[in-house]
């Protein structure tokens, strides 16, 4: 629907069809154009201005909102602003640059988030007195209306707000934010409750609008919200808000990035309906951690367990190691061996049996000599007796 | 100041002329295939790429990571080789 179009310049079979879109009874066919203009004015510029009221409220969130884009929803030119914001001057965002420069500014988006958000902490601790003052402000002004019924909505949105710090969670916190921000308006103007519930709720609030800003980024909305909504009990309670902010800004770190691909421009709920886009590729992992709720640690850091040092306590140095790994061949080669008489007794045996051949060797050797000898003494003996025996018988 | 290899010496002692991606510091057989099959097959497509990116060193090392799936050192060879070239030809 064009905005400042007057009606009286469209045609009448625009009219008509601008009419039953909207759902305004058409008049009879008969009818001439001034009645389609009239009812066109009636029904339907009325429901745009009531549109357009609604719609700013939630162009200024989305403003809001808008402020922390999805690097791959920008088109080139946005892209290229959004990084020069940030001081980078971007060379040329063609195809293959495209990617690059995305990463660079979600990045840069993140760590100007986590700025923030230690901005934002360092805030709710310090604003304590300026709440309690305005707070009691609009007590004074505000009579007390209907306290049952904001109490039990902000009660079941601070039991939704207080579900574990797992990734869920920060799904269903998301509605809390409007939701919130409405009933804290009727609050204000209502006047307080009991303490404690008050308390409660606007410990949710804080909760979930600081969430919120976390999803999109801003601190600096954190002050006027809490501003606004902060009670004397507050200053009572604010260690555990701040605790909380803490665990939420862990949690936040980690499912923030998911968040923030999640966003559109356009608006939180509509994208909280639909948050099945899948996240970018270097949060992937973390996501697929959290999902199953596998490492919820309460500080949201995740520490993989150092190899202990030698010689700690408890971890005694070692000065003989286990054998270190052999081959396949060589436990073949050991495993024949063992079946093998070794190198060194074979050597010795052959030595010995070498010293036993040689001394027998030697003893016949000997040996035989003097046989020889004393069979050439026998002969000679022999000789000589028979010569005796010659010459006796002559 | 950080030894240079001899292939990145080659390189940054001439102009690149028609040498094929693989002449790059940094870049081997492997990263070479890799870098030829996404279209950059000679060594001035890189040099390309590399001017288009400002000479930006995060966002060429990224983009070779990308790329060719280069680690800590070969993108550094790379970016080397190739920032000392355009600061000698260019």
């Known amino acids: 629907m064009p905005f400042a179009e007057d009606p009286a310049h469209l045609s009448k079979s625009r009219l008509k069809s601008d009419l039953v879109a909207h759902n305004v009874a058409l008049p009879s066919a008969a009818s001439k154009k001034a009645v389609y203009v009239e009812l066109h004015l009636k029904h339907i510029d009325q429901k745009n201005a009531a549109d357009f009221s609604s719609d700013e409220e939630d162009r200024a969130d989305d403003k809001k909102d808008a402020e922390m884009p999805v690097p791959s929803c920008l088109t080139d030119e946005d892209l290229k602003a959004m990084l020069r914001k940030h001081g980078v001057k971007p060379g040329p965002i063609t195809a293959s640059t495209r990617v690059l420069y995305e990463r660079k500014l979600h990045k840069l988006l993140q760590s100007d988030r986590r700025e923030r958000l230690n901005e934002a902490d360092k805030a709710v601790l310090y604003s304590d007195s300026e709440e309690e003052k305005k707070q009691q402000e609009k007590d004074q002004d505000s ?120 966003f559109n421009g356009t608006s939180v709920q509509e994208n909280w309906a639909q948050s099945d886009r899948p996240p970018q590729e270097p949060v992937k992992d973390a996501f697929k951690d959290i999902l199953p709720g596998s490492k919820t640690t309460p500080t949201g850091i995740y520490v993989t367990r150092r190899r202990p040092i030698k010689g700690a306590a408890q971890r005694p140095v070692q000065y003989s190691y286990p054998d270190s790994p052999v081959s396949p061949m060589t436990q073949q080669r050991r495993e024949v061996e063992r079946y093998l008489v070794p190198i060194h007794i074979q050597i010795l045996v052959f030595i010995i049996v070498a010293c036993v051949l040689y001394l027998i060797y030697v003893n016949v050797e000997g040996s035989l000599s003097y046989w020889s000898y004393g069979e050439d003494r026998l002969l000679v003996q022999a000789e000589s007796q028979d010569a005796e025996a010659d010459y006796a018988q002559d | 100041m950080s030894s240079t290899s001899q292939k990145h010496k080659d390189f940054v002692a001439e102009p690149m002329g028609e040498k094929p991606v693989m002449a790059l510091a940094g870049i081997g057989e492997v990263l070479g295939k890799r870098l030829e099959d996404k279209g950059f097959d000679k060594a001035y497509v890189v040099l390309g790429q590399f001017l288009v990116l400002k000479k930006d060193e995060e966002l060429f090392r990224d983009w070779l990571k990308d790329t060719c799936g280069a680690n800590v050192k070969q993108q550094g060879d790379c970016y080397g080789c190739l920032k000392e070239w355009c600061d000698a030809f260019l």
């Not at chain 1, 797992?166 to 009991?194: G, I, Y």
């Open chain 1, 143 to 262: 009579g007390s209306e209907k306290q049952p019924d904001p109490s039990d909505q902000t009660q079941k949105e601070s039991s939704q707000c207080f579900l574990p710090s797992s990734r869920l969670a920060w799904l269903f916190k998301r509605p809390c934010p409007p939701r919130n921000t409405e009933s804290s308006s009727n609050w204000n103007s209502r006047n307080a409750l009991k303490s404690s519930e008050r308390s409660q709720s606007q410990c949710s609030q804080i909760i979930s609008t600081s969430t919120a800003d976390h999803h999109t980024g801003l601190g600096s909305t954190v002050l006027p919200r809490s501003k606004s909504t902060d009670d004397s009990s507050l200053s009572s309670q604010y260690f555990s808000i701040t605790q909380m902010v803490e665990e939420m800004e862990n949690s936040s770190s980690r499912s923030v990035t998911d968040n923030a691909c999640e």
